[in-house]
């Protein structure tokens, strides 16, 4: 990969992992998932995803819960190996990656930290609001991070996001194809939101290439169990907990969990933060991720969703786990 397309250098450095006080006994925490498994399993509300047909395809009843905490100990429970697709739960991950290439302060000016207060893919927040991509979490301010990424051309650019993501979970992860040609077949929206952004000169690369990098990136398969050590390597404050390795400085995080916290679960983000006062970010592929700084990630994964896009049952469950061990960072009233 040419020097253009890397990271800082310290994301390369290897640290051994954040010291950490033990959030619960171990077997405490298998407890909880399997309880959070086990509660919500028999919820059928909701409906996959359509827009996309490919994921209207996927086995609605598939359902896991995984915590992984800052020290790498794993505690699963049901569908925890299946690959599903990131979808937006991708994209605090690319920011992060536009955080370490280019600077915290570069996203705020270039992309914007506000929430919307519009759904996730309005065409109308765009004309309406004044910087024109919203935040890094919505598909305006995604599309335009994923421009922002420093790669020589586009296909090095979708390989640099990729090991990025990688480097997050601990393993290779890798492209859902027929994801993702079902998505490129529907993207007609993000297209359109695309070419406003350069109208508004809010996309800083060519905005076809960005959104079929976008979709691609959409499209990266990751499970369960990976996807909480994603999120664990941010409460690890960017230090993966299996491999030790530093993935994002330090500095960047608590503004990405602020992000996070304030537009991470779609237009329910307020709601979200009452009820588990968590940083989380979710998909319509299914999947939420919730950061525990300093503890642990929590992950529920079912394709069931609601009228935002957001999974029922893993957000049941997340709240669930989140609320019997007190974690919200806003404290832990019960």
Known sequence: M???????????????PATAVAPARET?????????HLKFRALTEGANADYIPELARIPSELYGV???TVDGRAYVAGDVEYAF?????????????VMQQRGAEALQKQI????????????????????????????????????????????????????????????????????????????RGNRAIAALLAKYGRIYADPVESVDVYTRQCAIGVNARQLAVMGATLANGGVNPLT?????DSTHVPKLLAIMTMAGFYDES???????????????GGGIVAVVPGRMAIVGFSPRLNQAGNSIRATRAIEYIAGELGVSVFGAGR
């Open 270 to 284: 307020g709601l979200w933060a009452y009820r588990a006062g968590l940083p989380a970010k979710t998909g319509v």
């Open 2 to 16: 040419p020097p253009a397309a890397t990271p800082s250098a310290s994301a390369g450095a290897v640290d051994p």
């Open 85 to 97: 697709s990131i979808q937006s739960v991708s994209k605090p991950f690319t920011a992060a990656l």
């Open 244 to 248: 030790g390795k530093r993935v994002l």
């Open 112 to 187: 914007g930290v506000e929430p919307t207060g519009f759904p996730f893919n309005a065409i109308e927040a765009i004309a309406l609001q004044p910087q024109r991509s919203g935040n890094p979490l919505v598909n305006a301010g995604a599309i335009a991070a994923v421009s922002m990424v420093e790669a020589p051309d586009a296909e090095a650019k979708y390989r640099l996001i990729e090991g990025w993501y990688g480097d997050f979970a601990g393993q290779k992860l890798t492209m859902l194809s027929e994801i993702y040609k079902s998505e490129a077949a529907t993207n």
């Open 28 to 36: 405490d925490l298998q407890k909880l998932v399997n309880e959070a």
């Open 66 to 68: 995984a915590i992984v």
